[in-house]
């Protein structure tokens, strides 16, 4: 338990490994993983989904050679959802085969959310 959300963000900000602000262009999702049903609505992906392509506005932290980035989903309950055409603050980490990955414990949050844009502009400046 953090005891601010300006505590949560300053360690989310230290232990990423690339914090960016991002466009989300489209989803690649399927509508099945496995065994599992992702959806039963087959027009779901057109709004939004957790494997994101996402055009790179700025990058905060990190090396990132490229405008445009795939967010490789854990395909668990703590994928994060990305809405398509919303831009997000996103803290991410570098999976294991060197893709680039998030979840929703890793405080990302959509650019319209002022309140949480104002601790991290506040953050950034320290």
């Known amino acids: 338990m953090y005891a601010s959300l300006e505590t ?5 900000f230290v232990a ?12 690649k999702d399927s509508l ?5 049903v992702m959806s039963t609505d087959p027009t779901y992906w057109r709004q939004g989904g957790y494997n994101a392509v996402l055009k790179v506005n700025k990058v905060y932290k990190g090396e990132i050679k490229t405008d445009i980035i795939e967010i490789t989903p854990r395909w668990s309950n703590c994928s994060q959802y990305f809405k398509t055409g919303d831009t997000y603050i996103i803290f991410g980490y570098v999976n ?19 309140d949480r844009l104002k601790i991290f502009r506040k953050i950034r400046k320290e």
């Open 16 to 27: 990423s490994d690339f914090v960016i602000s991002a466009k989300v262009e489209f989803v």
């Open 96 to 114: 294991n085969k060197g893709e680039f990955a998030t979840d929703v414990c890793s405080g990302n949050f959509s650019r319209t959310n002022e």
């Open 32 to 36: 099945t993983k496995g065994d599992y």
């Open 8 to 12: 949560f963000m300053k360690e989310r």
